[in-house]
């Protein structure tokens, strides 16, 4: 992959939020995440939470031996996710918040408050072999308290901007992405690897994409909602395709 191309990861949560919903095995997110990656996933993402309301220990230990691109493990910082972590070795780990009463992450992670704990817990995780990436909110501080402890990827929150997209908030998206392009420029120029999430749509993610300071977009809840009506491999093309166009576009602006 050239310096100026863009990679894509796909969440697959929520194909296990619904087979939650029935209990047994379909549909089944590993056969999804395979399908993803057919379709063009530069990664796959998958959230095993406290609480395993989707994603269960038994779904990470199917992808680590199914997939060929890399998994990327998302979790809250515990102990308990620590040893799965470490058990599993996979390609990449990303911290985030986790509350049990919440529906998806609501904001980022308070690293700049949390910095020596943060520091200690990540030294393992890096010296296993995963890549670290912490999820923040695109604010200075945060940045900065990320590239102290050595973390060496952040993933700014794209929420705001995102629902800000869906309501028709212009001024509001306008100030969101001012906030993403700065952290992204401001992360870059610090030696981090930047990446965005949450919450993009089809819509919104050609301002995102075509910022030339990020690397990596996650996307989840969307891609699987949009495949109801496309497919999941047309999906996920589809947002390929927009992503590839807005790099293109950006790199002969």
Not at 45 to 65: F, K, N, P, Q, W
Not at 228 to 248: W, Y
Request: charged share 25%.
């Amino acid at each position: 992959m050239s310096g100026n191309e863009l990679r894509l990861g796909v969440n697959i949560d929520h194909v296990a939020t619904l087979r939650n919903a029935r209990g047994g095995a379909t549909p089944d997110p590993i056969r999804a995440a395979l399908m993803a990656q057919a379709a063009g996933a530069d990664g796959i993402t998958a959230h095993l939470r406290e609480d395993r309301r989707h994603i269960v220990d038994a779904d990470i230990e199917g992808l680590m031996s199914a997939l060929t691109v890399p998994l990327n493990f998302e979790m809250a910082a515990t102990e308990e996710m620590q040893k799965i972590a470490l058990r599993h070795k996979p390609h990449a780990v990303c911290l985030v918040p986790e509350k049990r009463e919440e529906r998806t992450t609501e904001g980022g992670l308070d690293v700049a408050a949390n910095d020596n704990t943060l520091a200690t817990y990540i030294a393992p995780l890096r010296a296993a072999g995963s890549r670290v990436s912490m999820f923040i909110a695109a604010d200075p501080a945060q940045v900065e308290a990320c590239a102290r402890i050595g973390a060496p990827v952040i993933e700014l929150h794209a929420g705001a901007y995102s629902d800000a997209w869906a309501e028709g908030q212009w001024d509001v998206r306008d100030d969101e992405l001012r906030k993403i392009t700065e952290m992204a420029r401001f992360g870059a120029s610090l030696g981090l690897e930047v990446h965005v999430g949450h919450g993009l749509a089809y819509e919104s993610v050609g301002p995102i994409a075509a910022l030339p300071d990020v690397r990596e977009l996650n996307i989840g809840h969307f891609l699987i909602g949009e495949a109801i009506f496309r497919g999941l491999t047309g999906s996920i093309q589809e947002m390929r395709r927009l992503m590839d166009e807005a790099r293109v576009q950006q790199g002969t602006a």
